[in-house]
């Protein structure tokens, strides 16, 4: 029941950040810098805390009396994991919602999922899983089979990507230009570094696991044989953000400069209201990814199997929204079952990740 419940919220927080992007579609006369940046500061500086303090009484004073090291390196990470997050909106853009998050959270849960158990083979903490321990486990070799599979579903969108290049590179304006900013090579460019550096953020929670222990000992001290503390990563979530904040602020403040887009925030000229409400829900649908993330954690653990269901959920819901919105309209059938196949792909690596976690003693 606990796998159970814990699949439940991976899928919440999944279709959350599977659907982020959707607001920002409906925001007008703004340069991307300057929504994705609004739509940050709540992702980052406005959410997170406001989540940490109805979830986690007196949540500051953990960060407070904290390590600093254990603060710097949550926060680093949290960096690196920012420069992914730009590159994720970028890819979103050249690659669209269908393609462009299949392949980078692809990565993303690859790395996510297997470098830390790889960390935990020279570094062993009780309660973590190490590579050692999916290898010489039944239940660890299933979930590695989920990755394994999970691969292979990337492979096939990339592939269903290159193919849909070609069927639209035909497709024009008529004034000649694109009708669509699709563009493989410098999609996948970015996708590739923003699906390597995204996974930093799982690094960043297993950084500050000491906060997120203090907030459930806490919690269990005042609700005594109630379990785990369903949100105990949110205090560690302010620090890991505030890295994210540092990074994406520094790059949309310096296009907002270098493409004299300043005035998009004053501009009336567009809908500035709606535009405001538009980032403002972007963002805030964002958090909840990972606020559902750590109740699904609580229930399954901080191993491969919570960071793989909630990539491949996101990757999922993705999808959809990207047969909604007609992103692959004008490909050929061939293209079109290309890219059901890998999503189907990445289905059953849901179901095998899902099926190994509940082998787990």
């Given at each position: 029941?606990?796998?159970l419940f814990?699949i439940?919220?991976?899928?919440?927080?999944g279709?959350?950040?599977?659907?982020?992007?959707?607001?920002?579609?409906?925001?007008k006369g703004?340069?991307?810098?300057?929504?994705?940046?609004i739509?940050g500061?709540?992702s980052?500086?406005?959410?997170?805390?406001l989540?940490a303090?109805l979830?986690?009484?007196?949540?500051?004073?953990?960060i407070?009396?904290?390590?600093?090291?254990i603060?710097?390196?949550?926060?680093f990470?949290?960096v690196?994991?920012?420069?992914?997050?730009?590159?994720?909106?970028?890819?979103v853009?050249?690659?669209?919602?269908?393609?462009?998050?299949s392949?980078?959270?692809?990565?993303?849960?690859v790395?996510?999922a297997?470098i830390p158990?790889?960390?935990?083979?020279?570094?062993?903490?009780?309660?973590?899983?190490?590579?050692?321990?999916?290898?010489?486990?039944?239940?660890?070799?299933?979930?590695?089979?989920?990755?394994v599979?999970?691969?292979?579903?990337i492979?096939?969108c990339?592939?269903?990507?290159m193919?849909?290049e070609?069927?639209?590179?035909?497709?024009q304006?008529?004034?000649?230009?694109?009708?669509t900013?699709?563009?493989?090579?410098?999609?996948?460019?970015v996708s590739i570094?923003?699906?390597?550096?995204?996974?930093?953020f799982?690094?960043?929670?297993?950084?500050g696991?000491d906060?997120?222990?203090?907030?459930?000992?806490?919690?269990?001290?005042?609700?005594?044989?109630?379990?785990e503390?369903?949100f105990?990563?949110?205090?560690?979530y302010?620090?890991?953000?505030?890295?994210?904040?540092?990074t994406?602020?520094?790059?949309?403040?310096?296009?907002?400069?270098?493409?004299?887009t300043?005035?998009?925030?004053?501009?009336?000229?567009?809908p500035?209201?709606k535009?405001?409400?538009?980032?403002?829900?972007?963002?805030t649908i964002?958090?909840?990814?990972?606020?559902?993330?750590?109740?699904?954690?609580?229930k399954l653990?901080?191993?491969?199997?919570?960071?793989?269901?909630?990539?491949?959920f996101?990757?999922l819901?993705?999808?959809?929204?990207?047969?909604?919105?007609?992103?692959w309209?004008g490909?050929?059938?061939?293209?079109?079952?290309?890219v059901?196949a890998g999503?189907a792909?990445?289905?059953?690596?849901?179901?095998?990740?899902g099926?190994?976690?509940?082998?787990?003693?």
């Amino acid at each position: 029941m606990q796998a159970l419940f814990g699949i439940i919220f991976h899928f919440i927080g999944g279709s959350a950040s599977g659907s982020f992007y959707i607001p920002y579609k409906k925001v007008k006369g703004w340069a991307w810098e300057s929504y994705w940046i609004i739509g940050g500061l709540f992702s980052w500086l406005i959410v997170p805390p406001l989540a940490a303090y109805l979830t986690i009484p007196n949540f500051s004073e953990i960060i407070r009396h904290t390590n600093g090291h254990i603060l710097l390196l949550t926060y680093f990470f949290g960096v690196l994991w920012g420069i992914g997050g730009l590159t994720y909106g970028l890819g979103v853009r050249y690659l669209g919602v269908s393609l462009g998050s299949s392949i980078i959270l692809g990565l993303c849960s690859v790395f996510g999922a297997l470098i830390p158990s790889f960390y935990y083979d020279f570094h062993p903490v009780v309660g973590k899983d190490s590579f050692a321990d999916l290898l010489n486990n039944p239940w660890g070799q299933v979930v590695l089979t989920g990755i394994v599979v999970c691969i292979l579903g990337i492979i096939i969108c990339g592939k269903a990507g290159m193919m849909k290049e070609k069927d639209v590179s035909f497709v024009q304006r008529n004034d000649g230009t694109p009708r669509t900013e699709f563009k493989i090579g410098l999609g996948l460019t970015v996708s590739i570094i923003s699906g390597i550096l995204s996974a930093c953020f799982a690094f960043g929670i297993d950084a500050g696991k000491d906060m997120a222990i203090e907030a459930n000992l806490i919690w269990k001290t005042l609700h005594p044989a109630s379990g785990e503390f369903l949100f105990q990563n949110n205090v560690t979530y302010v620090v890991i953000l505030w890295g994210g904040l540092t990074t994406n602020l520094c790059w949309c403040m310096l296009l907002n400069a270098r493409n004299k887009t300043f005035g998009n925030y004053t501009d009336k000229n567009a809908p500035l209201l709606k535009n405001y409400i538009f980032s403002a829900l972007a963002g805030t649908i964002w958090f909840l990814q990972f606020f559902f993330y750590g109740m699904g954690e609580s229930k399954l653990g901080n191993g491969p199997s919570s960071w793989i269901l909630h990539m491949a959920f996101i990757i999922l819901v993705a999808n959809m929204w990207g047969l909604a919105l007609k992103e692959w309209k004008g490909v050929s059938r061939k293209t079109f079952r290309t890219v059901m196949a890998g999503i189907a792909v990445i289905i059953l690596s849901i179901l095998i990740v899902g099926y190994g976690n509940s082998l787990k003693p």
